[in-house]
């Protein structure tokens, strides 16, 4: 039996939405003490300042792509690794007071992804509906049943309408089938241990703008055969048409062949930052082979990131 330990564990609230879900769908996390948060800039806030152990947000949803508040916020505003991803199925409905028609709604309100996710819903089924964000899909349940309006509804989940006391007016509203979002699980300080299926995720802050430069960089991954799993470029928040790339991978840093590619892109950039070596959720074949060693500060930096790996046996 695994024995858990218990940690303080910050997640996007309030209590219903998916990201609850998600997190109460991890055992060890489960166990542990859930502290909600109204958004996802104070879930990596208290992180950061050591309010909480970890961090739960999404990242990705497979309709609507990245989740800007999270992928920016870890990319300038904080130092925490990724210590673990989580893909979760997801079905919105719309919610609303009981005996509510569709033709009486006048508001619908939800998170702007989940929004994003029933664009065709709301345009077939609601297109005279204003249509409002809110910080999370359960505070859109929250706010419609404390409003005790029938022209107002949420897209949320279904755990928010048992928690809220609304009923389903339309179930599964989502524009496309095989709906999922990605989570995080970050922390400070922690890499965990290879497992033989891990991915790693970086940030490059290229010199300058000019043509070749993302060709530079990929070089270095596809030299040593590694897969790239995700690709994103970012603006810098410097200027106009300045932008980093985000790229995540299979391997873990702790592999030869990604030390030696994280080294060669260390040497060449502006700046390359670390954000995570973590389990991979789906398979994948592990980079093989050695790499060959490099002098300079670049071996440095992977080092003083490499003595922060967890150690298996703990």
């Known amino acids: 039996m695994t024995a858990f330990i218990s940690k303080r564990v910050a997640y996007l609230g309030p209590r219903g939405t998916f ?9 060890d996390l489960a166990s542990g003490e859930p ?19 970890l961090g739960f947000v999404p990242i990705e949803n497979s309709i609507e792509g990245t989740v800007p508040a999270t992928i920016d916020s870890l990319v300038f505003d904080h130092d925490l690794y990724i210590e673990r991803e989580v893909v979760h199925d997801i079905h919105l409905h719309l919610l609303g007071l009981p005996g509510t028609e569709l033709t009486r709604i006048r508001e619908v309100h939800s998170y702007p992804h989940a929004i994003g996710q029933c664009r065709r819903f709301l345009a077939n089924e609601l297109p005279d509906a204003s249509v409002h964000a809110a910080s999370s899909t359960a505070e859109a349940a929250r706010l419609v049943a404390e409003a005790a309006d029938p022209g107002l509804a949420a897209i949320a989940p279904q755990a928010s309408r048992d928690i809220y006391g609304l009923a389903t007016l339309r179930a599964d509203v989502e524009d496309h ?19 033989g299926n891990d991915k790693t995720s970086v940030v490059c802050f290229q010199v ?6 993302l060709f530079s960089i990929l070089a270095e991954f596809y030299a040593r055969n590694i897969n790239l799993t995700k690709l994103e ?12 790339f985000v790229i995540e991978f299979n391997g873990h840093i702790a592999d ?4 030696d590619a994280l080294v060669g892109l260390k040497g060449k950039l502006a700046d390359l930052k670390f954000l995570g070596s973590f389990p991979n ?19 440095g930096w992977l080092a003083s990131i490499r003595k922060q790996i967890a150690d298996p046996q703990e």
Not at 177 to 195: M, S
Not at 234 to 242: A, F, I
């Open 256 to 259: 030869h062949d990604v030390a």
């Open 35 to 53: 502290v909600e948060m109204g958004t996802i800039d104070a879930v990596l806030d208290a992180v950061d300042n050591g309010q909480v152990d």
């Open 281 to 299: 959720v789906r398979e994948a074949q592990p980079p093989k082979g050695r790499a060959v060693p490099a002098e300079g500060s670049a071996w």
């Open 233 to 244: 470029s970012r603006p810098s928040k410097r200027e106009l048409g300045q932008y980093c």
């Open 208 to 213: 300058k703008d000019q043509p070749g430069s």
């Open 177 to 195: 089938g095989g709906n999922q979002t990605r989570f995080l699980l970050v922390g400070k300080g922690v890499v965990p241990a290879p497992t």
């Open 19 to 27: 990201t609850e879900e998600a997190l109460l769908a991890q055992p």
